[in-house]
Every structure is written in structure tokens, then in C-alpha cells.
């Protein structure tokens, strides 16, 4: 019998270990979607990409501070037309801006790297929906 846990933990370990990564091919596209027009900060780093059926996220790391990352956006979402309605700088040095260009919405959330010199920033967005109350009419 205490030769049967061991054995079965390792079973276990070894099953757990052969699962399959997260298709990230899918991922992207929708990202892409998600994330139409959306610029990333020079010399970010991606770190993570991931996706549902209704919004997107992509995670960088930059070697900037969070205040230059910060200013890049406000001035870049601005000048591509973005409507920046909400810019909140926590106490802890964060700061989360979030903009509207037409109907697509875009969260952008940065904070300071853990134990070290630079920041972490995510993009995220809505992934558009097809519009169902268009439809083709007919004359009759």
C-alpha cells in the first residue's frame, strides 16, 4: 500500500505535466481584434496574451517608469482619437486610464515592476460583436 502512493503521485504529476498549452494562435486574433488601433508602448516586451468570447488582454513589461508609460498614453490616445474619460493614479503609484474611440472601449492599467527598475502594463479590449440590428431590406 505505501508503495501505491508514490507510485500514484507520480502518475499524477506526469499526467498534469502533459497538458497541452493554451492554443495562443486564437488568442492573437482576437487580441487583434479586440485591440484595433491600439498602439503598445516602444520597447514593451509582451508577456502574455489572452482572450475570451467578449475581451481581450495583453500584458507587457517596460523598461520605463510607470509615469513615462503613463504620459505616453494620454498624449498618443488622444492624438488617435481616443476620448480618455477616466485617468486614476493610485497611491501605490498605478494608474489606470480608460478611453472610448467610437463604441470600442479600451482599458490600459500600469504599475511599477516588482523588484526592479521599470513597469507592467495591460491593454485590454472589447472584441466586437456583430451588429444584429442591421439587416438588408427589401423593396417590395
Same mark, same amino acid.
Not at 80 to 91: A, I, L
Given at each position: 500500500m505505501r508503495r501505491s502512493i508514490p507510485l500514484l503521485l507520480t502518475f499524477t504529476l506526469l499526467v498534469a505535466g502533459c497538458e497541452r498549452p493554451r492554443d495562443t494562435q486564437a488568442d492573437r486574433t482576437l487580441a487583434t481584434r479586440a485591440l484595433r488601433g491600439v498602439l503598445a508602448y516602444p520597447q514593451s516586451s509582451l508577456v502574455s496574451i489572452s482572450a475570451g468570447n467578449e475581451a481581450a488582454e495583453l500584458a507587457f513589461s517596460s523598461p520605463d517608469?510607470? %509615469? =513615462? @508609460?503613463? $504620459? +505616453?498614453?494620454?498624449? @498618443?490616445?488622444?492624438? =488617435?482619437? +481616443? !476620448?480618455?474619460?477616466?485617468?486614476?493614479?493610485?497611491? !501605490?503609484?498605478?494608474?489606470?486610464?480608460?478611453?472610448?474611440? !467610437? $463604441?470600442?472601449?479600451? +482599458?490600459?492599467?500600469?504599475?511599477? %515592476?516588482?523588484?526592479?527598475?521599470?513597469? $507592467?502594463?495591460?491593454? @485590454?479590449?472589447?472584441?466586437?460583436?456583430?451588429? %444584429? $440590428?442591421?439587416? !438588408? %431590406?427589401v423593396r417590395r
Open positions: 517608469s510607470v %509615469s =513615462n @508609460v503613463a $504620459t +505616453w498614453y494620454r498624449q @498618443v490616445l488622444l492624438m =488617435n482619437g +481616443w !476620448d480618455v474619460r477616466s485617468d486614476v493614479t493610485q497611491k !501605490d503609484g498605478s494608474v489606470r486610464i480608460y478611453a472610448q474611440k !467610437d $463604441t470600442q472601449p479600451l +482599458w490600459v492599467s500600469m504599475r511599477p %515592476s516588482v523588484g526592479g527598475p521599470g513597469s $507592467t502594463y495591460r491593454l @485590454v479590449g472589447a472584441i466586437p460583436r456583430a451588429d %444584429s $440590428t442591421k439587416t !438588408d %431590406s
